[in-house]
């Protein structure tokens, strides 16, 4: 019987969802006394954790599942939305149907770009956002929003019709559309179990470790998007994201920095994005696009980075030689 989907490997991603999942609870509950050296390492130790989690796990997952049977994967999303206190599904859908329809679009005339995550939103004069807007002030709405979830107990959580950002989102089909509401449902009310629960275990850890440690995640997390995507052109198929090719990186992060790749075809299991690089070489090669010499966590490192969205040629030829570091 045949467990896995799309291969035996994702059974290492497996593992360290599980060992996310014990850890968060383990490191609350052998919480003692503050001390400084002790926040240090648990706000590390969780900081790292629910980043990875979020850049490879989450990210995987939410575009080639685990596993064969739907109520297995159902069951990882529900545990996982407590491990990055947010909704796999909501993530899922965002991410999914929004960025990798938008690709990061920018402003057009006076209307905002559609891709809700797009580094140009906050931007002016048709540039990016500044790193400052986009990571540290830009966090703090969406941690707001995620404090938000937490609260509507008066109607079991369920998705709010103010929620116009995400309701279009949902599928036109009844049922899916009920299933995907559904799975909202669950996955707010197990985030907000597992928050009572962590306040039981120790208030102070929840306060001083557990929701800073969210804010500074969503950072991180902002801040791999902005250097994903800065300096590419978004109406380009084959330079709209920036790519880093680091054997090290990749290995450690089940090819991640093979991002114009995931672009191009986003429902590519993780181990043939190298594939798609090479059965598009001829295109990638002959696109100006841009190759970082560092990890997009790194981004910053980056010094000299063209930004080819500047000066944009006739987006039918673009047709240079790639541009590296």
């Known amino acids: 019987m045949k467990i896995w ?16 999942f014990v850890t968060i609870f383990g490191l609350a509950a052998h919480w003692n006394d503050f001390s400084f050296f002790g926040w240090l390492i648990n ?34 999303s529900i545990i996982n939305s407590v491990n990055i206190g947010q909704s796999m599904e909501d993530y899922h859908l965002r991410h999914v149907r929004n960025h990798h329809r938008y690709h990061n679009d920018r402003k057009m005339r006076d209307q905002l770009p559609s891709d809700w995550a797009s580094t140009f939103r906050d931007g002016k004069d048709g540039e990016h956002a500044s790193l400052l807007q986009y990571t540290l002030i830009g ?24 929620e116009t950002d995400l309701l279009p989102l949902l599928s036109r089909q009844a049922k899916k559309r009920a299933d995907q509401l559904r799975q909202m449902q669950v996955e707010r009310i197990a985030r907000f179990l597992a928050v009572c629960v962590l306040l039981t275990i120790s208030w102070q850890w929840t306060l001083l470790v557990y929701f800073p440690v969210l804010y500074v995640s969503l950072v ?39 991002h114009q790749e995931h ?63």
């Open 220 to 258: 991180l997390f902002n801040l791999q998007n902005y250097y994903e995507h800065m300096g590419a052109i978004p109406e380009s198929t084959y330079a709209n994201s920036v790519s880093h090719y680091g054997r090290i990186y990749n290995l450690l992060t089940c090819n991640d920095g093979y």
């Open 43 to 76: 706000f590390i130790v969780l900081t790292c954790l629910i980043w990875y989690n979020i850049i490879v796990l989450s990210h995987q997952f939410t575009h080639t599942p685990w596993f064969r049977a739907p109520w297995a994967n159902r069951v990882v």
């Open 263 to 325: 672009h191009l075809r986003p429902q590519t299991h993780w181990r043939q994005l190298p594939r798609v690089r090479h059965i598009n070489g001829g295109k990638l090669d002959q696109t100006e696009r841009i190759i970082s010499p560092v990890p997009a966590i790194a981004g910053f490192l980056h010094r000299n980075r063209p930004q080819l969205h500047r000066n944009l040629p006739n987006l039918d030829d673009l047709s240079s030689k790639s541009i590296k570091g």
């Open 5 to 20: 989907k799309y291969s035996r490997l994702d059974c290492a991603l497996f593992i360290i969802f599980i060992g996310h």
């Open 139 to 162: 966090a703090f709405p969406i941690l707001f929003k995620l404090l938000q979830e937490l609260v509507p107990v008066n109607n079991l959580w369920r998705v709010g019709k103010h």
